[in-house]
Protein backbone atom coordinates (compact mmCIF):
# COMPACT_ATOMS: atom_id res chain seq x y z
CA UNK A 1 0.00 0.00 0.00
CA UNK A 2 1.65 3.60 -0.95
CA UNK A 3 1.02 6.67 0.70
CA UNK A 4 -0.54 9.60 -0.87
CA UNK A 5 0.17 13.03 -1.42
CA UNK A 6 -3.38 15.45 -1.42
CA UNK A 7 -3.63 19.07 -2.41
CA UNK A 8 -3.51 22.14 0.02
CA UNK A 9 -3.58 25.67 -0.58
CA UNK A 10 -0.55 27.92 0.30
CA UNK A 11 -1.10 31.82 0.69
CA UNK A 12 1.08 33.56 -1.52
CA UNK A 13 0.68 37.45 -2.76
CA UNK A 14 0.14 36.16 -6.74
CA UNK A 15 -1.69 32.87 -6.00
CA UNK A 16 -4.73 32.14 -7.59
CA UNK A 17 -7.22 29.27 -6.34
CA UNK A 18 -10.24 27.68 -8.12
CA UNK A 19 -12.79 25.99 -5.55
CA UNK A 20 -16.58 26.03 -5.10
CA UNK A 21 -17.70 28.20 -2.01
CA UNK A 22 -20.88 25.94 -0.13
CA UNK A 23 -22.71 27.16 2.96
CA UNK A 24 -22.65 25.08 5.86
CA UNK A 25 -23.86 25.17 9.38
CA UNK A 26 -21.98 25.31 12.23
CA UNK A 27 -22.12 21.40 13.26
CA UNK A 28 -21.18 21.12 9.91
CA UNK A 29 -17.81 23.41 9.89
CA UNK A 30 -17.09 21.39 13.34
CA UNK A 31 -17.20 17.57 11.66
CA UNK A 32 -15.03 19.39 8.80
CA UNK A 33 -12.83 20.32 11.26
CA UNK A 34 -12.35 16.81 12.81
CA UNK A 35 -11.74 15.45 9.45
CA UNK A 36 -9.43 17.74 8.07
CA UNK A 37 -6.49 16.18 10.20
CA UNK A 38 -2.96 17.91 9.44
CA UNK A 39 -4.94 21.67 8.28
CA UNK A 40 -5.82 24.43 9.81
CA UNK A 41 -8.84 26.01 9.21
CA UNK A 42 -8.18 29.66 7.96
CA UNK A 43 -10.74 32.92 7.30
CA UNK A 44 -10.50 34.40 3.83
CA UNK A 45 -11.78 38.39 3.08
CA UNK A 46 -14.54 38.01 0.75
CA UNK A 47 -11.98 40.99 -1.23
CA UNK A 48 -10.09 38.26 -1.83
CA UNK A 49 -12.80 36.29 -3.77
CA UNK A 50 -13.63 36.38 -7.42
CA UNK A 51 -16.75 35.28 -8.44
CA UNK A 52 -17.34 32.90 -11.52
CA UNK A 53 -21.18 33.46 -11.26
CA UNK A 54 -23.69 36.40 -10.52
CA UNK A 55 -24.08 35.28 -7.16
CA UNK A 56 -23.38 37.79 -4.70
CA UNK A 57 -24.21 35.01 -1.40
CA UNK A 58 -20.65 34.50 -0.88
CA UNK A 59 -20.39 38.31 0.52
CA UNK A 60 -22.75 38.22 3.57
CA UNK A 61 -20.71 34.73 5.32
CA UNK A 62 -17.39 33.68 6.27
CA UNK A 63 -15.87 31.93 4.28
CA UNK A 64 -12.91 29.05 5.58
CA UNK A 65 -10.31 27.15 3.97
CA UNK A 66 -8.02 24.72 5.44
CA UNK A 67 -4.62 24.81 5.26
CA UNK A 68 -2.05 22.11 5.16
CA UNK A 69 0.00 22.28 8.43
CA UNK A 70 2.92 20.53 7.03
CA UNK A 71 3.00 20.65 3.66
CA UNK A 72 4.64 18.16 1.42
CA UNK A 73 5.25 17.58 -2.76
CA UNK A 74 3.99 14.71 -4.24
CA UNK A 75 6.79 11.98 -4.34
CA UNK A 76 7.39 8.71 -5.67
CA UNK A 77 6.50 7.24 -2.02
CA UNK A 78 3.93 9.50 -1.77
CA UNK A 79 2.50 10.57 -5.23
CA UNK A 80 -0.79 11.90 -5.91
CA UNK A 81 -3.49 8.83 -6.60
CA UNK A 82 -5.99 9.40 -9.69
CA UNK A 83 -8.64 8.56 -7.22
CA UNK A 84 -7.95 11.76 -5.82
CA UNK A 85 -7.38 13.81 -8.51
CA UNK A 86 -10.67 11.93 -10.42
CA UNK A 87 -12.29 12.94 -7.44
CA UNK A 88 -11.57 16.89 -7.28
CA UNK A 89 -12.55 16.62 -11.15
CA UNK A 90 -16.12 15.08 -10.68
CA UNK A 91 -16.80 17.80 -8.66
CA UNK A 92 -15.30 20.54 -11.26
CA UNK A 93 -17.52 19.13 -13.82
CA UNK A 94 -20.73 19.28 -11.97
CA UNK A 95 -19.83 23.22 -12.42
CA UNK A 96 -18.54 23.03 -15.86
CA UNK A 97 -15.35 21.24 -17.66
CA UNK A 98 -14.19 24.87 -18.18
CA UNK A 99 -13.84 24.84 -14.36
CA UNK A 100 -11.38 21.13 -14.28
CA UNK A 101 -9.30 22.93 -16.61
CA UNK A 102 -8.83 26.01 -14.28
CA UNK A 103 -8.40 23.82 -11.45
CA UNK A 104 -5.51 22.20 -13.36
CA UNK A 105 -4.20 25.35 -14.86
CA UNK A 106 -3.78 26.91 -11.65
CA UNK A 107 -2.67 23.99 -9.25
CA UNK A 108 0.83 23.88 -8.89
CA UNK A 109 2.51 20.52 -8.25
CA UNK A 110 5.44 21.14 -6.34
CA UNK A 111 6.16 23.64 -3.42
CA UNK A 112 8.01 25.77 -5.70
CA UNK A 113 5.16 26.03 -7.52
CA UNK A 114 7.54 26.46 -11.17
CA UNK A 115 6.09 23.78 -13.04
CA UNK A 116 5.27 25.79 -16.33
CA UNK A 117 9.43 26.29 -16.75
CA UNK A 118 9.76 22.88 -15.26
CA UNK A 119 11.18 20.38 -17.84
CA UNK A 120 11.87 18.02 -15.20
CA UNK A 121 9.13 14.80 -14.86
CA UNK A 122 10.53 14.46 -11.55
CA UNK A 123 8.22 17.20 -10.45
CA UNK A 124 4.84 14.94 -11.46
CA UNK A 125 3.85 11.99 -9.57
CA UNK A 126 0.47 10.19 -10.54
CA UNK A 127 -0.44 6.76 -9.30
CA UNK A 128 -3.28 4.75 -11.46
CA UNK A 129 -5.07 3.67 -8.83
CA UNK A 130 -8.82 3.91 -10.72
CA UNK A 131 -9.70 0.65 -10.15
CA UNK A 132 -9.08 -0.02 -6.72
CA UNK A 133 -8.83 3.54 -5.50
CA UNK A 134 -6.20 4.39 -1.99
CA UNK A 135 -8.38 7.15 -1.52
CA UNK A 136 -11.03 6.90 0.38
CA UNK A 137 -13.56 8.81 -0.88
CA UNK A 138 -12.46 7.61 -4.63
CA UNK A 139 -15.41 6.21 -6.84
CA UNK A 140 -13.78 3.50 -9.01
CA UNK A 141 -16.90 3.04 -11.16
CA UNK A 142 -17.20 6.64 -11.69
CA UNK A 143 -13.14 7.19 -12.48
CA UNK A 144 -13.36 3.95 -14.81
CA UNK A 145 -16.91 5.83 -17.01
CA UNK A 146 -15.01 9.20 -17.13
CA UNK A 147 -11.01 7.86 -17.46
CA UNK A 148 -11.33 8.90 -21.13
CA UNK A 149 -13.04 13.08 -20.51
CA UNK A 150 -10.28 13.10 -17.45
CA UNK A 151 -7.84 12.29 -19.23
CA UNK A 152 -8.06 14.18 -22.18
CA UNK A 153 -8.49 17.37 -20.09
CA UNK A 154 -5.36 16.42 -17.89
CA UNK A 155 -3.37 15.66 -21.47
CA UNK A 156 -4.43 19.19 -22.41
CA UNK A 157 -3.87 20.89 -19.39
CA UNK A 158 -0.52 18.98 -18.17
CA UNK A 159 0.36 16.63 -20.34
CA UNK A 160 3.95 15.60 -18.24
CA UNK A 161 1.20 14.15 -15.22
CA UNK A 162 -0.28 11.69 -17.88
CA UNK A 163 3.63 10.71 -18.95
CA UNK A 164 4.80 10.08 -16.08
CA UNK A 165 1.49 7.99 -14.40
CA UNK A 166 2.56 4.75 -13.48
CA UNK A 167 -0.14 2.15 -12.18
CA UNK A 168 -0.78 0.74 -8.82
CA UNK A 169 -1.06 -3.06 -9.87
Do not use: M
Not at 37 to 52: A, E, L, M, N, P
Amino acid sequence: LYGFTVLGIRFEDTSKAVGVLIPVSQDELEQFDEREIGYDRHCVSSKQITSFSDSKLWKHGTIWVYIPTNPGAPSSDCPVPQSYLDTILRGCFDVHVAFGHCFLKYTKWNLNGDDDDDDDDETYHLLDDRSKPIYPRGDSEWSLENAGRVDILIQECLPKLLAVRRTIY
